[in-house]
């Protein structure tokens, strides 16, 4: 089972994210390369969640008859 994913963590340069484990940066135990995947924040932007595949999209005004 996964665990949930974290959406604005405290501090995101202190684990890896790159598996379900969650290591710390400096003992990483799956192998996942030398260095931590990083969270989508420290890429994009604390407003990460709202653009995207996963975005809310805007409500759209009703039509309205002319």
Do not use: T, V
Not at 11 to 27: L, S
Request: aromatic share 10%; with cysteine; glycine share 8%.
């Amino acid at each position: 089972m996964a665990k949930k994913f974290p959406i604005h963590p405290l501090h995101p340069e202190r684990i890896c994210w790159g598996c379900d484990k969650y290591c710390a940066a400096d003992a990483m135990q799956c192998g996942n390369g030398s260095i931590a995947s990083p969270h989508p924040s420290e890429l994009f932007g604390e407003d990460w969640m709202s653009w995207g595949l996963d975005a809310e999209k805007p409500a759209e005004p009703p039509d309205r008859a002319p």
